[in-house]
């Protein structure tokens, strides 16, 4: 079962309304998705995290090395992959077409196998997965604040168990705005912190101090994610756990974060760390190292199932009688290409995600949006 062709499509949407994190602003959803053929016209998708253009260029690149090779020996493919872009691109963006094109090959053979990729991964643990809202961003208005509270109101009121908000704006008005926001939703849900690495240190510290009273499930990307030593300082001084890993990339980038004890929680993106051959060598290292592992999950429901198949096969570590129900992350930002780009569409019944029972992915990429949102060249 050879592979027969690899076609690479961007899509992009203009946004109602930009919004802000504490680096820039997003005007447009664009993604790049991949879809793999076989000889025997079976086929599968995958999606590239990272900037879309790139990912499609960089599958173009691997391209000349993979046609040809066994579908179903997606390591064989990856390793190939992996050492033809070693010498120029040990981390980053390149990563990202490896992972897109990683996914769809598990894709193809979850359905030459006639079993959901949970399944070929060795099993899923767990039959529904308990997602967090990721929202509450910023945007350019005169009652921020009080609009956050409404959004995260709203998501309380969907019924999610977990919310995520960003902070970054500065030290005084991430306390006023977490300490509301926790004051509205009450205990009985949780809240998670996201600065997209805003702060240095010593201000990383500043706001621990002032949230560590309000029980914050964890702070992501503290600091840059270039200072190892920084997360683990971070962590020594807080009691609130510390999360990230979505600026990372393979087990290699992943074990520098482990050996420095940097996280509490690590959040390897499957469309960039690797793909799901990857991340599953992750997260046993990850367990290896006693570090939990929720994945950074952003994009289409390409992305989305590829990280439900992952996280219902996760170990819970340690095990007990109750585990801990993993978490997902699901982004609640304004997003047609995640919402409507897939079939079937992802379904939130009680505050939870039901694992996907199909062949492989359990998808299928709805070609009349793919049309309507294709960047033509
Ligand atoms: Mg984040």
């Known amino acids: 079962m050879k592979i027969l062709k690899i076609e690479s499509f961007v899509v992009s949407q203009t946004l109602e309304e930009p919004f802000y994190f504490s680096q820039w602003e997003y005007k447009t959803r664009t993604i790049c998705l991949v879809r793999v053929t076989a000889d025997d016209g079976t086929y599968g998708w995958g999606e590239g995290y990272g900037p879309a253009n790139l990912v499609k260029a960089g599958i173009k690149f691997f391209n000349q090395y993979i046609l040809g090779m066994d579908a179903l020996e997606h390591e064989v493919v990856w390793q190939q992959m992996y050492l033809r872009s070693l010498d120029f691109a040990r981390r980053g963006v390149l990563l990202a077409a490896l992972s897109a094109i990683d996914i769809a090959l598990w894709d193809i053979k979850g359905k030459h196998y006639g079993l959901p990729i949970s399944a070929l991964m060795g099993g899923r643990k767990i039959e529904k997965i ?167 999950s952003w994009g289409t429901g390409v992305a989305l199932h590829a990280a439900m198949h992952l996280i219902s096969n996760l170990d819970s570590n340690p095990g007990r009688m109750y585990d801990a129900e993993p978490w997902m992350e699901l982004d609640r930002t304004e997003n047609a290409l995640r919402d409507i780009m897939v079939e079937p569409l992802i379904t939130q019944e009680n505050g939870y995600l039901k694992v996907p029972n199909l062949p492989g992915l359990g998808v299928d990429v709805n070609e009349e949006m793919l049309e309507k949102y294709l960047v033509k060249e």
């Open 130 to 296: 308990k997602p967090y809202a990721t929202g509450l961003y910023f945007t350019r208005c005169d009652a921020l604040k009080e609009k956050l509270v409404d959004e995260a109101l709203l998501y309380k009121e969907q019924g999610f168990k977990g919310i995520k908000m960003k902070v970054g704006l500065g030290i005084a008005k991430d306390v006023e705005f977490t300490k509301a926001i926790k004051r509205a939703i009450g205990d009985d849900v949780e809240l998670m912190i996201d600065s997209n690495h805003a702060y240095s240190l010593k201000e990383a510290m500043q706001l621990c101090n002032r949230l560590e009273d309000l029980g914050i499930s964890w702070f992501e990307e503290p600091v840059s994610p270039e200072h190892y030593s920084g997360y683990r300082q971070l962590r020594e001084n807080t009691s609130i756990p510390i999360a990230g890993g979505e600026c990372e990339y393979l087990r290699y980038g992943f074990l520098e974060l482990f050996k420095n004890k940097s996280v509490d929680i690590a959040q390897p993106d499957i469309c960039a760390a690797g793909g799901l051959t990857e991340v599953k060598r992750i997260a046993a290292m990850a367990n290896t190292f006693g570090v939990e592992l929720v994945p950074h």
